[in-house]
């Protein structure tokens, strides 16, 4: 190469490499590498093939002056190279007949093929192969020109992939905060807030745009809150990296949120501090948690754990306070009073035996997810005569039956459905006034049975008509302060109905009454 050519040519090789390096997108990068390897060689044909990150195999991954279809012939070929920086390496001769066979796959008239390794860092990242129509010699000199720009192609392809590989993990981050179901924010050593995923905004009614630089305490408005929020743990030094790994704890606070739309959302926040590595404050990272459900759970289970004292206190002591007059040695009681004394204890023994059967079978369902039932030939309505007569006594008002004549057996445990027609008797009893009356019915058709209790009371609202059946719902705190109850009763009756195949319902109308109804299968499925 003449020396007016060769300084020429470094020219071109710098100016193209300040443009290749410059570049971050991987595939413009390759194409500029193989443009500017083509126009220097004169090549004909030019492809570049990268290590794959997965199998380390090359694959061709940018090419010129070939059609598609050869590209997979050539990549088997480029298969059977595999790593020519291995330790164990391969002969000149195996790679000149490779890249011989390569040029024959695209035109066996290709005369001369010149590969170059891509290598970064003792990485062997893929290969560069030029093939030109006629042959020249190739000097060393024109090896080390060739060397040099194949290093720096090298970098500016590792550059790329670097960057391509972290904008991926970006996304891929992304994509968790998004589609994360806890909200997550990002606040800067000031406290403003850098970011927030869909969650949050969710949870607090703040677009994700209007929160970016804003004050955190115009976002994080507390209704009430349990302890104390991240401003005093801040003044407490919490945000100082601790020489401990670890030791540079999270912080937690809960409470109840003002949301920006003036609703409250309960909520808890996980605070970590992230640092610079000198030690500074770079930002607090904070997870937030929609406890809502969890409170409402915590609030039901002390609504349940109070009423049930009380079930079991107001029986506990009827008895007591009856037997201990009835024992007293200074008064002899005529046979009547004794009579009724005596049928108080023994209703009250009742009533407390049903709270235990309950919490037995509340117990069981929740241990073992499902009921277990003793299946029998049984006869709802003679079921339903028995629990109306045990009832209407307590009750002092009559109770009307209505059963359908030859209403038939069903396979069903009698003592578990005894509990159902009880419990929605006992309901009907406690929530509807002395002087209405209630029915108990059944119906039936080819296929199933229907039991119904019906009440002339208060109703329910029709928002509260789903609640009803949950474990521990009770009504609204007046009824609720009015009226015995664990919130149990529905629960256990539908466990039970759905056990045996069945289902629940309910028709209420405010002011005028509810009936529920339960539908069992004649025959088992
Ligand atoms: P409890 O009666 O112990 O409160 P239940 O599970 O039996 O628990 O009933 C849940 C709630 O459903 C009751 O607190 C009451 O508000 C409502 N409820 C049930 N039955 C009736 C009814 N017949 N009429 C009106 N409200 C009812």
Redesign the pocket.
Known sequence: MRPDLRTQQRDFLLEITRAITAQLDLSEVLRRVLHASLVMLAGRVGIVALSDKHDGKFRVRAFSGIGADDVAQLDAKLQELMNPLDDEGFSREFLNRKLREMADVIDPRLAQSIAMPLVFAGKPLGLLIVFRSYQTAITSEDVATLQSFADQAAIAVNNAQLYGELNQEHQRLEAILNGSGDGVFILNPDLTFQRANRAFERMTSWPREELIGRPKSDVIVWDSLESRDIEDALDAGWATPSPLPGAADTVYVEGDLTRRDGLTQSIGITYAPMFTEDGRLESIIANVRDISNFRKAQEMQSVFISAVQHELRTPIAIIKGYASTLSRDDVEWEGDIMRENLAIIEDEADRLTDLVEDLLTASKIQAARELRLNLADTDLSAIAARSVERLASGSKRPIDLSFSEDFPLIPGDAIRLRQVIE?LLT??I??SPEDKTITVGGRYTEKSVTVFVR?E????PKDQIEK?FERF???DDK??ARTH???????LVKAIVEAHGGEISVKSQLGSG?TFYFTLPRDLA
């Open positions: 419990n309901n009907a406690k929530y009440d009371g208060a109703g329910i009803i719902y009770r009504a009824l609720r109850g664990t919130g149990l009763g529905l629960y509810s």
